[in-house]
C-alpha cells in the first residue's frame, strides 16, 4: 500500500531556529516528490523535487531529496512566526495519484 | 488571476440530503482532483480526472461521484450524505507532469462540511 510518512508530528521553536521536516515515502510508480504550506486555508506549493541530491531553494526555505533512501528533508533557516504552518510533502505518479502525509505542524514562537 | 474556485465554503447539511459541491479552475488544466482533509489522516483523495469524460476513484472514493462534462469544471456530489463524511474538502488542479509548467497543484479554498 502506498503510503508517506512525516515527522516529526509537531514542533515548537523558537524564532531564529533551524527546522528540518522529514518525510518518507513508499509509492508505487513514483515521480516527484511535492511540498507544500497549509496556514489556515488552502495548502500553497513550495517546491516539487523529482531528481535525487539536487537541493531547491527559495529564500530560507530548501529541500533535497534521496530517491534511493525514500526520503526527502524540508528545511528552514531563520525562523520566522510567519512560518508557523503545517507542511505537507506528497508522493506524485505523475498526474494519476498523489499521496499526502499527514503533515507536520510547525509553530514558531517569537 | 489563476485559480480553482469551489462554493460553497461552508455547509451544514443533514444525513441523507443529496448535495453538491462545485469546482471551476481557468487554468486550462487537464487534471482535476477531489480531496477531503481530517485531523492526524493528511489529504485523501476522493476521485480525480485526467481530461474531460475520463474519471478515476482515488483512496476514499465511497459515497462520493464526480462528473467531467467540461474542462473547467469537476463538481463532487454526495449523493446521501452521512455523518463520516463531515470533512473538510479541497479541490484541486494542475497541468500533466511533463509539462511546460510543473507547480504541483493549485488548490480551492476549501469547502467544510457538516453532516448531521
Known amino acids: 500500500e502506498d503510503k508517506v510518512v512525516q515527522s516529526p508530528l509537531s514542533l515548537v521553536v523558537h524564532e531564529g531556529d533551524t527546522v528540518t521536516l522529514n518525510c518518507s515515502y513508499e509509492?508505487?510508480?513514483?515521480?516527484?516528490l511535492l511540498w507544500y504550506k497549509q496556514e489556515k486555508k488552502a495548502p500553497t506549493f513550495l517546491f516539487m523535487l523529482?531528481?535525487?541530491?539536487i537541493e531547491k531553494k527559495s529564500g530560507r526555505l530548501s529541500s533535497i531529496l534521496d530517491k534511493k533512501e525514500l526520503f526527502s528533508i524540508l528545511n528552514i533557516t531563520a525562523t520566522q512566526t510567519g512560518d508557523s504552518a503545517v507542511y505537507l510533502c506528497a508522493g506524485d505518479t505523475g498526474g494519476f495519484k498523489t499521496i499526502f502525509g499527514a503533515g507536520t505542524r510547525l509553530f514558531v514562537k517569537a | 488571476e489563476a485559480q480553482v474556485t469551489q462554493n460553497p465554503r461552508y455547509l451544514i447539511t443533514v444525513t441523507g440530503k443529496k448535495l453538491t459541491v462545485t469546482c471551476s479552475q481557468n487554468?486550462?488544466?487537464?487534471?482535476m482532483s477531489w480531496y477531503r482533509q481530517d485531523p492526524g489522516l493528511g489529504l485523501r483523495q476522493i476521485y480525480y480526472?485526467?481530461?474531460?469524460?475520463?474519471?478515476d476513484k482515488g483512496d476514499v472514493p465511497e459515497g462520493y461521484k464526480v462528473s467531467r462534462k467540461e474542462k473547467r469544471n469537476f463538481p463532487l456530489i454526495l449523493e446521501s450524505p452521512s455523518p463520516n463524511q463531515t470533512s473538510l474538502y479541497f479541490c484541486?488542479?494542475?497541468?500533466?507532469?511533463?509539462?511546460?509548467?510543473?507547480?504541483?497543484?493549485?488548490f480551492g479554498s476549501g469547502t467544510r462540511l457538516t453532516v448531521v
Open positions: 480526472s485526467m481530461n474531460v469524460e475520463v474519471t
Open positions: 487554468m486550462n488544466h487537464e487534471y
Open positions: 484541486a488542479s494542475r497541468s500533466p507532469i511533463g509539462g511546460t509548467t510543473n507547480y504541483g497543484y493549485t
Open positions: 523529482t531528481s535525487s541530491g
Open positions: 509509492v508505487t510508480n513514483f515521480r516527484s
